[in-house]
């Protein structure tokens, strides 16, 4: 009896299958994906530019506003699940991102204002006016809602939670600890 031999193309085809599949099974198990860990850097990137902008929000808001505008975040937040719901994204995963952001954004407010009256500071003579910087804001926030959406189905990885807590701590090196916990708190529950 002679051993059957394959033919050269389908052994082949079975190396090269399994040098593809080797990567996936040396990656380790907390070892994102490609798309998971941009998915990440992503929504990390666009959270720390919203967050950024409160430094000039705050400087608009000195000695002249509150940093609470409760009836124009609660607009905000409608205006957030309406135009989720009409992209066919989760309406109230996308206002919760984003009342999470809002309330970042206010302990960052709240955290310049402290400093600047410990300093003594007077108004800022500089500063850019509020509309143009919610102009901004809200382009950001278009960004974060669609980084946040593509980064949702992810959410349920543990690894993926690991690595947005971990990569967390220096893209949003900027801001409390606090606040970098209230920007996050959605994404890891």
Do not use: Y
Request: glycine letters at 2%; a positive charge; hydrophobic letters at 50%.
């Amino acid at each position: 009896m002679s051993a059957r031999r394959l033919p050269l193309s389908c052994l082949s085809r079975a190396v090269v299958l399994m040098l593809a599949l080797l990567p996936l099974a040396c990656r380790s198990a907390d070892e994102l994906t490609e798309q998971e860990s941009a998915a990440v850097d992503r929504t990390l990137d666009v959270m720390n530019r919203r967050l950024a902008l409160m430094a000039d929000v705050a400087k608009v808001k000195w000695k002249e506003q509150p940093i609470s505008d409760p009836e124009r975040e609660a607009k905000l937040l409608d205006a957030i699940a309406r135009r989720a719901e009409q992209q066919g994204m989760d309406a109230a995963f996308s206002r919760e991102v984003v009342a999470a952001q809002v309330a970042a954004a206010k302990l960052v407010q709240q955290a310049h204002f402290e400093r600047w009256r410990n300093e003594g500071r007077g108004r800022f003579d500089d500063a850019v006016t509020l509309a143009s910087l919610r102009t901004r804001i809200d382009d950001v926030t278009r960004d974060l809602l669609d980084a946040a959406d593509a980064l949702r189905p992810m959410l349920g990885r543990a690894r993926v939670r690991r690595a947005l807590e971990v990569r967390a701590a220096s893209v949003l090196a900027d801001v409390s600890p606090e606040a970098r916990a209230a920007a996050m708190e959605p994404l890891l529950r």
